[in-house]
């Protein structure tokens, strides 16, 4: 970083969408990403220090709660559940 250079603050993004799609399979929940306005146009910031906060696309059940939101984090996105 340059000097006097100012420093990057974290985004926080607070969409009613995840730029994903969530899906159940026998092997646990996949990710597809979403074909969406918003996603696609901060999709070249996805590798910056973005938070993407918004509902995962379906309805999950609370058991499974913990396991989706471990999930999403390893791509910085905070599920919503509704």
């Known amino acids: 970083m340059k000097e006097n250079a100012p420093a990057r603050r974290p985004l926080i993004l607070v969409s009613n969408r995840l730029p994903v799609s969530?899906?159940?399979?026998?092997n646990g929940y996949a990710l597809e990403e979403s074909a969406g306005g918003l996603a696609t146009a901060l999709s070249s910031m996805r590798e910056e220090a973005l938070l993407w906060i918004g509902w995962p696309g379906m309805a999950v059940?609370?058991?499974?709660?913990?396991?989706?939101?471990?999930?999403?984090a390893d791509h910085r996105l905070a599920p919503i559940f509704l």
């Open 61 to 72: 059940p609370k058991a499974d709660e913990p396991i989706v939101t471990e999930r999403l």
């Open 22 to 26: 969530l899906e159940r399979r026998e």
